[in-house]
């Protein structure tokens, strides 16, 4: 993959992939966008913050709070680049709590050749051994997590199987295509078939039908802390678009 730059702003791609990831119930706060989802995840779970709320930033903080609290959540926003600084400036002196910066890399869309090495799946439908492979942040999934995860237009699971069933999977991934652009989400491997090329072969799987479904680029998101994954993506070709982070409501 090369270097070219990503042609959509950091509003756009935001927007771009909140379509590739929602949550179960969405509404608008003027530009900004309410999802909740069951609190799986904090994309489906935060307000995204991109343009102008139409009412007063502390109005706007205090509107996105009740939102959350009336449907059992913990207030969330998701904050991202710096158009977002004055709106994150009024959320934490709200005293709404700031999480570690996620990256947004972005590459050119090339789709590798299969070398057959690795015996890949696609479906499309997540069944029980995908989501049990799926730890998101190390946790177990919720029982809302099939609804978030499905909830797009065009969307693929790919999935490793290397030893026979009850056996778990080694790997899985998640891709979806949002215009011409493909969203690979959901990586991981289990630990003992890690740094053996999984990762690589379920991302190369995703990116191939992304390919054949006329997308041209490809975004992820990667937390800061996660060293390995950020290492693997840049071997892979991506660079960094821009960072959000989210702020949680005290309490």
Known sequence: MGQSRAPLDVADLERLAARGWRGSEEAPLGDWLLRAGGGFTGRANSALVVGDPGVPLDEAVGAVADWYRDRGLRPCAQLPGRQARTADAAFAAAGWERDEDVLVLTAPLAAP??????????????????????HHRGRPLPPTARDVLTNAEDVVFAS???????????????????????????VTVVEAHRRTGLATAVMAAVQRWGADRGARWVYLQVTSSNEPA????????????????????AG
């Open 113 to 134: 050749a299969p070398d057959g090495a690795v015996p890949v799946e696609l479906a499309a439908e997540p069944d029980d051994a995908w989501l049990a492979g799926y």
């Open 160 to 186: 490793v199987r290397l030893e026979p069933e009850p056996a778990p999977l080694a790997a899985v991934a998640r891709g979806v295509v949002t215009g011409d652009w493909l969203g690979v989400a959901a």
């Open 230 to 249: 950020r290492a693997l993506y840049r071997r892979a070709g991506f660079i960094e678009h821009h960072r959000y982070h989210y702020r949680y409501a």
